[in-house]
């Protein structure tokens, strides 16, 4: 069965909810993991005052027993204390569109000229979900060696040069963990704060740069046989689905256009020494590639750069129309945050992260855990003894 899920909920309705479907018998659900996921998603230099109201914490509903999973859905929910859907004075009608918004198309699509409805499941309150199934996903990616490594890159003329490595993401997570601004150096992140605190002083927003590496990936997960089944095709839906990316990068993404293929391709050389690691002994010297090659996973990292523009709602508005007058306004104000980059590279961490979980279960399959393991074992040990002999 293959891996997916759903999510629904309104960002002022009760809560968020995450229907997970696809998962073997037999994982151990981390809940502090995901938890903690959760958490990470709401913190940031920039955020709005909805997330000293909230403490994200997921509950399971169903799929689960005594801890580890039984083989059906498992549904998340995570509870909005901020609930006030149905009460109209708090949570009035717009009819004011905020550019850069779902508001607009939205208010069309459903022929109403209330943006609320629109705007309360576009909101980005929604992440919480995905944040909580791709953590869920990470409990078994983990149980394979598999980890994913999310931080800010870049924003307006910050741009941190540390480069992450197999060897050092360990340490890097400390100074992450540190950083306001989700950053991985010190320097970058105080530039960066200053700059998101400028936004606010001018009632203006910030977007920028995340990536996302995922470390112990094994060789062949995806397919080059369908075009909507390669790896990287999914991984890049998953990312754009993010509410507010405009742009997804696997590996040297852009950069590429702007050199000749024996600058861009990943050199390959076998060392025997390291056919223990996910690519099986087969060592690129460089990871241009980001890991996938052909819709398949290359056995190297899979890196992944998503782009967040700055968030739409502005406290100095922006020149809009009124959907009943047709009047020339400014856009409609809504508490909401100067900037979530830092959330947005938690919640691509683990959308990036589901995704490598279902190319990983389509590969290695099976009901139960057992079976995946005694799978993912044999599998990668004929694959060790290439080439095979008949
Ligand atoms: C959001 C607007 C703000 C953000 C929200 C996304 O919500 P509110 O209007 O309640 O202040 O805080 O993000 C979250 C609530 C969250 O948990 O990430 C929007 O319009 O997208």
């Given at each position: 069965m293959t891996l997916r899920y759903i999510t629904a909920g309104e960002s002022?309705?009760?809560g968020m909810i995450a229907v997970i479907e696809g998962l073997p018998a037999g994982l151990t659900v981390d809940t502090a993991f995901i938890d903690r996921e959760l958490q990470r998603r709401q913190a940031g230099y920039g955020r709005g005052g909805r997330q000293r109201m909230e403490t994200d914490a997921a509950e399971i509903l169903s799929g689960v027993m005594r801890g580890t999973t039984m083989g059906g859905p498992v549904t998340l929910r995570i509870l909005n204390k901020?609930?006030?859907l149905d009460d109209a004075v708090k949570t009035p009608s717009v009819h004011q569109p905020r550019p850069g918004h779902a508001d607009l198309a939205g208010s069309v699509k459903w022929l109403t000229t209330d943006c609320r409805a629109t705007l309360e499941r576009a909101s980005a309150r929604e992440t919480a979900a995905r944040v909580a199934a791709g953590a869920l996903a990470r409990c078994l990616l983990r149980e394979f060696g598999i980890e994913c490594f999310g931080f800010v890159r870049a924003s307006l003329d910050v741009r941190c040069t540390v480069e992450v490595t197999c060897d050092n993401w360990h340490n890097l997570r400390a100074v992450r963990d540190a950083s306001d601004v989700g950053m991985l150096c010190e320097k970058s992140s105080q530039q960066l704060i200053d700059h998101i605190h400028q936004a606010k002083m001018d009632k203006d927003t910030v977007g920028g740069l995340v990536e996302t590496h995922v470390f112990g990936v094994p060789i062949g997960l995806g397919t080059c046989v369908q075009w909507n089944q390669r790896l990287d095709s999914r991984i890049a839906a998953a990312v754009m689905g993010i509410q507010a990316f405009k742009a997804v990068e696997i590996g040297l993404g852009r950069e590429c256009a702007f050199r000749t293929g024996s600058n861009v391709h990943d050199p390959i050389v076998f060392d025997a020494s390291k056919r223990g690691e996910s690519h099986l002994g087969f060592v690129r010297s460089t990871n241009n590639a980001g890991g996938l090659e052909g819709g398949m996973t290359n056995g190297m990292p899979v890196v992944v750069t998503g782009t967040m523009k700055p968030i739409s709602t502005l406290l100095r508005g922006l020149p809009s129309v009124d959907l009943n007058t047709k009047a020339a306004v400014t856009s409609a104000y809504e508490r909401s945050d100067i900037s979530a980059i830092a959330a947005a590279?938690?919640?691509?961490?683990?959308?990036?992260?589901?995704?490598?979980?279902?190319?990983?279960?389509e590969k290695f399959g099976g009901d139960s855990m057992v079976q995946l393991r005694a799978s993912h074992a044999a599998t990668m040990d004929l694959a060790r003894r290439l080439p095979l002999q008949a």
């Open positions: 002022h309705g009760p901020d609930s006030r590279s938690v919640v691509m961490e683990n959308v990036v992260a589901f995704e490598i979980a279902s190319a990983f279960l």
